[in-house]
């Protein structure tokens, strides 16, 4: 089976281009297309909540996905490293248009992810090492790391509105009305309350 995979992020975006460029491709190669999956999402979305994750679940040895360019795929490299490992793993073979690359069993394939593998490995590092250094810098600014002094406090702060919040109640507004009066969520107010035993 051939699939030609087209994403877009956005509703203002088309896919006619992406269309054409496949379609242009598979007549020159003389391949047929089985299946099109088009989806409007954006490529930092996980892969496997898109349509492409189910298309990957259905994938067999010999199946092919042809794509416009490997940034349709994912919007990191990470994301798109995983989704070529699985495709490799599956033994489906991944064409892209614009780069012209021919991902698949052979040799050539393999070293072309080693090399991609390499990239992202360096990548993470880099990252790793710009936050770390980053966090440094603003510790020695004396600046305050994590979270604010009574961030997750949210529930105890609540005593000081123990009066109002048990006379909404009382007069028979919903703990949903309730929290959104207090601009918390339904779950803190209902923390709050068991932990007063009046839930």
Do not use: P
Not at 23 to 35: K, R, S
Not at 93 to 100: F, M
Not at 170 to 188: F, H, N, P, Q, Y
């Amino acid at each position: 089976m051939i699939y030609a995979y087209i994403r877009v992020s956005t509703d203002r975006q088309t896919v006619e281009n992406q269309r054409f460029e496949i379609a242009e491709f598979c007549q020159q190669e003389q391949l047929n297309i089985d299946g099109w999956i088009e989806e409007t999402i954006s490529g930092t979305m996980a892969y496997g909540k898109r349509s492409l994750g189910r298309l990957l679940r259905k994938v067999q040895k010999g199946d092919v996905i042809i794509c416009s360019e490997l940034s349709r795929l994912g919007r990191s490299l990470f994301m798109i490293m995983e989704i070529l490992g699985t495709c490799m793993h599956k033994g489906c073979r991944v064409y892209t248009v614009k780069e012209g690359y021919r991902l698949g069993e052979d040799i050539q394939s393999k070293v072309l992810a080693f090399a991609f593998g390499l990239s992202a490995e360096i990548e993470r590092n880099l990252i790793s090492q710009r936050t770390r250094e980053a966090l440094t810098r603003r510790k020695a600014e004396g600046m305050h790391l994590g979270r604010e002094k009574g961030s997750c406090n949210k529930a105890y702060k609540l005593d000081e509105q123990e009066q109002l919040i048990l006379s909404l109640l009382e007069s028979g507004k919903t703990m949903c009305c309730v929290a959104r009066e207090l601009g918390i969520s339904r779950s803190t107010l209902l923390r709050w309350l068991r932990r007063r035993d009046k839930a």
